[in-house]
């Protein structure tokens, strides 16, 4: 069993700044693809960006593109989000997601479908007011 405990989330105004941490138990934490979701009121839950066990490969929506950096710490077992030049769309709970199988069939690229994520946190708000 994995959990991930994500941290970092508040009201900022926007244009503003914020760093969203996931804090995983797992020794195996350098296997894993990496990903963070969101979900806005009254919207399904959404890619945001991913990053795989190297940290080498990352992938984006593109509506986050140029704004956030998905970046990962194997040593300390955490995955980040750096979001920038917030907007009020990026309202929303951010999820941390961890894909455990990947890495054993010898993927390379994170997915970005939610069905190939294994474990996931309990979420942190983000509120951008305009």
């Known amino acids: 069993q994995v959990q991930l405990v994500e941290s970092g989330g508040g009201l900022v105004q926007a244009g503003g700044s914020l760093r969203l941490s996931c804090a995983a138990s797992s020794p195996t934490f350098s296997n894993y693809f990496l990903a963070w979701f969101r979900q806005a009121p009254g919207k399904e839950r959404g890619f945001v960006a991913a990053i795989g066990w190297t940290g080498s490969r990352t992938d984006y929506a593109d509506s986050v593109k140029g704004r956030f950096t998905i970046s990962r710490d194997n040593a300390k077992k955490t995955v980040y989000l750096q979001m920038t030049a917030l907007e009020p769309e990026d309202t929303a709970v951010y999820y941390c997601?961890?894909?455990?199988?990947?890495?054993?069939?010898?993927?390379?690229?994170?997915?970005?479908?939610?069905?190939?994520?294994?474990?996931w946190g309990q979420g942190t708000q983000v509120t951008v007011s305009s």
């Open positions: 997601a961890a894909d455990v199988r990947g890495y054993r069939s010898g993927r390379l690229y994170p997915k970005v479908g939610e069905e190939s994520y294994d474990y």
